[in-house]
């Protein structure tokens, strides 16, 4: 399997570590909410901070703090 078919959630990712959004698996309001922050598909996210509840990524040149739970509904491949 190539590296760029390995699928994770974003909550998975380690920070520091740049990735690319594949879809998300949400509810449609969450989904859209996500779509107006910058999380579509193609777009390209990087954890910064990881606790245990929540995390911030960077995504387009801005910082977004994201639950766990909602970044576990981003599916994202290897950039």
Do not use: W, Y
């Not at 920070?15 to 594949?22: A, C, D, H, Q």
């Amino acid at each position: 399997m190539s590296k760029s078919k390995i699928m994770n959630t974003l909550a998975h990712t380690p920070v520091g570590t740049t990735v690319r959004v594949s879809r998300i698996e949400s509810q449609p309001e969450t989904c859209i909410r996500l779509l107006e922050l910058g999380f579509c598909e193609d777009a390209i996210i990087r954890p910064v901070v990881s606790g245990s509840s929540q995390m911030i990524c960077e995504i387009c040149n801005t910082r977004v703090g994201l639950h766990h739970s909602i970044a576990k509904s981003i599916i994202v491949i290897p950039e």
